[in-house]
């Protein structure tokens, strides 16, 4: 996955790519660099940042989607949890929507996946950007987080996805413990990739 953010708050690059030109110069790079697809952010979902507009995450995403679709072959995901967003995105060319609140957030996403056919990326966060790393606890975070992502799973698949992807949410709502253990338990996960 190529990380395309174009935010002018994002803890990765610095806002770097809020202009369209550049963000499509970023995104081609990435092809070039071999990514196999390219997930497109108009949110920053780092440790306390706040909510974006609709209006504004859309005029954020839906340009530069549209411009990639045109140069390059490679999927595109749009990153978000707004249905209105994934609608206008997947409306612009993108195939994949990559949730971080794995369908907790807008009891319409699903449904707008399912609609067009797209793909699902189902991730796990406890609470929210804003509040995610105020004192995470888990008894058993792999336990816990692989639950969450089945239960979540069989959710998108009884709305009509056919493609389904997990993330345990390395980094959301987890401490370093947490997220060394997801790391080391990997291969726990591995019951997911079984069909539904």
Known sequence: MGVLNVTPDSFSDGGKYVELDAALRRGLELVEEGADFIDVGGESTRPGSDAVPIEEELRRVVPVIEQLVKHTDVPISVDTYKSAVARAALSAGATIVNDISGLTFDSHLAETVARHGATLIIMHMRGTPKTMQQNPEYGDV????????????EVAFQAGIRQIMVDPGIGFGKTLEHNLELIRRLSDFNFLEAPL
């Open 142 to 153: 792999v336990m816990e987080v692989g639950q969450f992502l089945q239960r979540q799973r």
